[in-house]
């Protein structure tokens, strides 16, 4: 190897070095930062000066003399601290700031750029006034900077060689984007190995047609040949199916060690983490602490890599707005330093991760005024206004700064979590904290996913996100306030059509459609598809930059056929199904040429006369009641096909009525709506309980919604 090649190969892996060197020099500062015992201080700045060694060495074999100047520095400014037993905060922050010019460097010298006016090159002549700077003494005029080379040092001592079993257990390095491409190809052959079964139900059929040929030339001289060619023939599938599985335990073990190789401790992936924690903290007056709990757990590089991000917003948001000033935390009874705890765990094929603090949680009445003065919703639910912080423009920062204050970042995080099909979840309670609960798959290479038809395409879904498959009838379908919902136990589950969401062409109707129970985080829908056809192993590939916007679509699926399928987004879907309207799920039922009669009953003279109006003007037969006792003794007297009742009334609501109709064997099956003022989730689910067929708001009263309810009711 000729002088610059052999330069630019301890170059590239002084680089490779040097990042993880950076880590490890960021954690030991955070830690002597923290110590108060001068024992464990010692270990730490003995740490520090070994690692600083290792970049130095490293730094002069790469020929970095500025790299190798700036450590030697810090050496001499380490060495001062472990000598006084303590540090200044000035001390500190040129410390960490050294690391950071340090990193800049790395990066300045991969892009083949001069080390001359970069950020460690201004730090040179601070790092060395504060190494030679005596205690309770003035500081000595500052030295000129030396540049290019390294002041002289005795050399290390010299280090044994390593026998044969050290240098088998060397570490070896290789690139993420090496491994990358090993697990892409583990995962081809594995779905190579699926498509096998294939081959091997063709050969089984094959075979089964030389059988019965054989049966029909029975006794004649063909009979023979096709008897050796059957024997042949399930020699070769016996052969097949052997060599299908030994190529399935190679493809199964590959890809685990494939795995195992790229993973890292979630402890790692949360390297810098503290460090920004830290910086945003110092920057507001704040202390904080930053903890990891379930670091241990081994995570795909990947995953670890695109959630870097994420948790990188919602610990700076976390220390920027949920942790308050010293003087508040005291006056609350808090600790001083503040708490932002990551968690880590597996939960099946999934990963779930925390970031929690103890900070004073949620401004929501805030989250409300901004989104009312955007003409947004803003929900009473408690849970519901939490989540809005993740709609983009939105923020409770009383100022803009540095970290916090224009209205972006939840949404960032929320965004790239649903890019991994994943999602994201916020819990508060006022003076206690914020805890934001990340899902995400364990993997995102593989998937197991489910097989729909929906409008003549074939669509799938990853098999973790459906909760249940379900067969639904008309009887089963309610509407609230004009959408279908299907009423699953207690909860009330919005209702679609697949094709509907998509745009694509609606299928017959049938007087029962399959559905498939979408679950994302604590969001659940029912989505109505033509036909489910099975659930199969399958790779995920991106759709590239051009259609990664792609509406409730998030990936490609590739089957072991080698067929494509689009991989559908279930947070998009379930968002979509909780908005759409009702449409024509089951046939309509044959036309009725009788006037129907339909019971009202309202309290509100106005509101009766209105609902009167509109219902007469449709066609129908209007009964109109003041109250709910008498709306039941009319339906007793004379029945009806529909009764429109309000909620809260004299003598008998309409809940109480609604529970009479059900009770009585006469009209338990007749169609009963409710139209109220009452729109919270818990009142609607009391009425589609006690038995309503349908519940209106009248906050959102449209006389189309009544009429329509009615038809498909009736």
Same mark, same amino acid.
């Given at each position: 190897?000729?002088?610059? &090649?052999?330069?630019?190969?301890? =170059?590239?892996?002084?680089?490779?070095?040097?990042?993880?060197?950076?880590?490890?020099?960021?954690?030991?500062? !955070?830690?002597?930062?923290?110590?108060?015992?001068?024992?464990?201080?010692?270990?730490?700045?003995?740490?520090?000066?070994?690692?600083?060694?290792?970049?130095?060495?490293?730094?002069?074999?790469?020929?970095?003399?500025?790299?190798?100047?700036?450590?030697?520095?810090?050496?001499?400014?380490?060495?001062?601290? /472990?000598?006084?037993?303590?540090?200044?905060?000035?001390?500190?922050?040129?410390?960490?700031?050294?690391?950071?010019?340090?990193?800049?460097?790395?990066?300045?010298?991969?892009?083949?750029?001069? =080390?001359?006016?970069?950020?460690?090159?201004?730090?040179?002549?601070?790092?060395? &006034? %504060?190494?030679?700077?005596?205690?309770?003494?003035?500081?000595?005029?500052?030295?000129?900077?030396?540049?290019?080379?390294?002041?002289?040092?005795?050399?290390?001592?010299?280090?044994?060689?390593?026998?044969?079993?050290?240098?088998?257990?060397?570490?070896?390095?290789?690139?993420?984007?090496?491994?990358?491409?090993?697990? %892409?190809?583990?995962?081809?052959?594995?779905?190579?190995?699926? @498509?096998?079964?294939?081959?091997?139900?063709?050969?089984?059929?094959?075979?089964?047609?030389?059988?019965?040929?054989?049966?029909?030339?029975?006794?004649?001289?063909?009979?023979?040949?096709?008897?050796?060619?059957?024997?042949?023939?399930?020699?070769?599938?016996?052969?097949?199916?052997?060599?299908?599985?030994?190529?399935?335990?190679?493809?199964?073990?590959?890809?685990?060690?494939?795995?195992?190789?790229?993973?890292?401790?979630?402890?790692?992936?949360?390297?810098?983490?503290?460090?920004?924690?830290?910086?945003?903290?110092?920057?507001?007056?704040?202390?904080?602490?930053?903890?990891?709990?379930?670091?241990?757990?081994?995570?795909? /590089?990947?995953?670890?890599?695109?959630?870097?991000?994420?948790?990188?917003?919602?610990?700076?948001?976390?220390?920027?707005?949920?942790?308050?000033?010293?003087?508040?935390?005291?006056?609350?009874?808090?600790?001083?330093?503040?708490?932002?705890?990551?968690?880590?765990?597996?939960?099946?094929?999934?990963?779930?991760?925390?970031?929690?603090?103890?900070?004073?949680?949620?401004?929501?009445?805030?989250?409300?005024?901004?989104?009312?003065?955007?003409?947004?919703?803003?929900?009473?639910?408690?849970?519901?206004?939490?989540? =809005?912080?993740?709609?983009?423009?939105?923020?409770?920062?009383?100022?803009?700064?540095?970290?916090?204050?224009?209205?972006?970042?939840?949404?960032?995080?929320?965004?790239?979590?649903?890019?991994?099909?994943?999602?994201?979840?916020?819990?508060?309670?006022?003076?206690?904290?914020?805890?934001?609960?990340?899902?995400?798959?364990?993997?995102?290479?593989?998937?197991?996913?489910?097989?729909?038809?929906?409008?003549?395409?074939?669509?799938?879904?990853?098999?973790?996100?459906? %909760?249940?498959?379900?067969?639904?009838?008309?009887?089963?379908?309610?509407?609230?306030?004009?959408?279908?919902?299907?009423?699953?136990?207690?909860?009330?589950?919005?209702?679609?059509?697949?094709?509907?969401?998509?745009?694509?062409?609606?299928?017959?109707?049938?007087?029962?459609?399959?559905?498939?129970?979408?679950?994302?985080?604590?969001?659940?829908?029912?989505?109505?598809?033509?036909?489910?056809?099975?659930?199969?192993?399958?790779?995920?590939?991106?759709?590239?930059?051009?259609? @990664?916007? %792609?509406?409730?679509?998030?990936?490609?699926?590739?089957?072991?056929?080698?067929?494509?399928? !689009?991989?559908?987004?279930?947070?998009? !879907?379930? @968002?979509?199904?909780?908005?759409?309207?009702?449409?024509?799920?089951?046939?309509?039922?044959?036309?009725?040429?009788? +006037?129907?009669?339909?019971?009202?009953?309202?309290?509100?003279?106005?509101?009766?006369?209105?609902?009167?109006?509109?219902?007469?003007?449709?066609?129908?037969?209007?009964?109109?009641?003041?109250?709910?006792?008498?709306?039941?003794?009319?339906?007793?007297?004379?029945?009806?096909?529909?009764?429109?009742?309000?909620?809260?009334?004299? @003598?008998?609501?309409?809940?109480?009525?609604?529970?009479?109709?059900?009770?009585?064997?006469?009209?338990? /099956?007749?169609?009963?709506?409710?139209?109220?003022?009452?729109? +919270?989730?818990?009142? +609607?689910?009391?009425?589609?309980?006690?038995?309503?067929?349908?519940?209106?708001? +009248?906050?959102?009263?449209?006389?189309?919604?009544?009429?329509?309810?009615?038809?498909?009711?009736?």
């Amino acid at each position: 190897m000729d002088r610059d &090649r052999l330069a630019q190969a301890l =170059l590239a892996t002084f680089l490779e070095e040097l990042e993880g060197h950076v880590a490890s020099l960021n954690r030991e500062l !955070l830690a002597l930062e923290r110590e108060r015992a001068p024992s464990r201080a010692a270990e730490h700045v003995a740490s520090l000066l070994r690692i600083l060694h290792s970049v130095k060495g490293a730094a002069r074999a790469a020929s970095a003399t500025l790299v190798e100047t700036a450590c030697h520095r810090m050496e001499e400014v380490l060495e001062r601290v /472990r000598d006084e037993g303590t540090g200044s905060p000035e001390v500190f922050e040129l410390c960490f700031a050294t690391v950071d010019a340090l990193d800049d460097a790395g990066r300045r010298l991969g892009a083949k750029q001069d =080390l001359a006016g970069s950020p460690l090159d201004a730090l040179l002549p601070q790092l060395e &006034r %504060a190494a030679r700077r005596e205690t309770n003494a003035p500081p000595a005029p500052p030295a000129a900077p030396v540049r290019g080379t390294a002041p002289p040092e005795p050399p290390p001592p010299e280090l044994p060689s390593p026998g044969p079993l050290m240098a088998e257990t060397l570490p070896v390095r290789v690139s993420a984007q090496k491994l990358d491409a090993l697990l %892409a190809r583990s995962g081809e052959l594995r779905v190579a190995t699926l @498509r096998l079964d294939g081959r091997a139900e063709a050969l089984e059929a094959v075979r089964e047609s030389l059988a019965q040929a054989r049966e029909a030339v029975r006794g004649t001289a063909g009979e023979t040949a096709l008897r050796r060619a059957e024997t042949e023939l399930s020699r070769v599938a016996r052969e097949l199916a052997a060599d299908r599985r030994a190529l399935g335990g190679v493809a199964t073990g590959l890809d685990d060690e494939v795995r195992r190789a790229r993973t890292l401790s979630f402890f790692e992936g949360c390297e810098g983490l503290e460090r920004a924690a830290r910086d945003v903290a110092r920057s507001l007056g704040r202390a904080v602490r930053l903890e990891v709990h379930g670091g241990a757990l081994e995570l795909d /590089r990947s995953l670890l890599q695109a959630l870097r991000e994420p948790l990188l917003h919602l610990v700076r948001n976390a220390v920027a707005h949920g942790l308050e000033a010293p003087e508040a935390r005291r006056a609350a009874g808090k600790p001083e330093e503040g708490r932002v705890v990551l968690s880590a765990r597996l939960l099946g094929s999934r990963v779930q991760v925390t970031v929690e603090d103890d900070g004073r949680g949620l401004d929501l009445d805030a989250l409300r005024a901004q989104a009312r003065a955007r003409g947004l919703d803003a929900p009473e639910d408690d849970a519901e206004a939490a989540r =809005l912080a993740f709609l983009p423009g939105l923020s409770t920062a009383s100022e803009v700064t540095r970290v916090s204050g224009r209205g972006v970042g939840l949404d960032v995080v929320r965004t790239q979590v649903e890019a991994l099909r994943g999602t994201v979840e916020v819990s508060t309670r006022p003076g206690q904290g914020t805890a934001f609960l990340l899902d995400v798959p364990l993997t995102l290479s593989t998937l197991r996913v489910l097989l729909v038809s929906a409008g003549g395409q074939t669509l799938a879904l990853a098999s973790e996100s459906v %909760a249940r498959l379900v067969r639904v009838a008309p009887g089963e379908v309610r509407e609230v306030e004009g959408r279908p919902t299907w009423a699953a136990g207690d909860a009330l589950v919005p209702l679609a059509s697949l094709a509907d969401v998509l745009g694509l062409p609606p299928g017959p109707p049938r007087a029962r459609r399959g559905a498939v129970l979408l679950a994302a985080g604590t969001a659940r829908a029912l989505l109505v598809v033509d036909e489910v056809l099975s659930e199969q192993e399958a790779l995920v590939r991106s759709l590239g930059a051009r259609v @990664r916007r %792609a509406r409730h679509v998030s990936a490609a699926a590739v089957l072991p056929d080698g067929r494509l399928s !689009l991989l559908l987004n279930p947070l998009s !879907l379930v @968002r979509a199904a909780g908005g759409r309207p009702s449409t024509a799920l089951f046939p309509a039922p044959a036309a009725q040429r009788t +006037k129907r009669r339909v019971v009202l009953a309202d309290d509100s003279p106005t509101t009766r006369a209105l609902e009167q109006s509109i219902l007469e003007g449709a066609g129908y037969e209007v009964v109109a009641c003041a109250d709910g006792a008498e709306a039941w003794e009319r339906l007793q007297a004379g029945g009806a096909d529909a009764l429109v009742l309000d909620v809260e009334m004299p @003598r008998m609501d309409g809940f109480a009525l609604t529970e009479a109709v059900r009770a009585s064997p006469r009209y338990s /099956r007749l169609p009963v709506v409710l139209v109220t003022a009452r729109g +919270k989730p818990e009142d +609607k689910a009391r009425g589609l309980q006690a038995g309503a067929s349908a519940y209106l708001v +009248k906050s959102a009263f449209d006389p189309t919604s009544l009429l329509e309810t009615l038809r498909r009711l009736l």
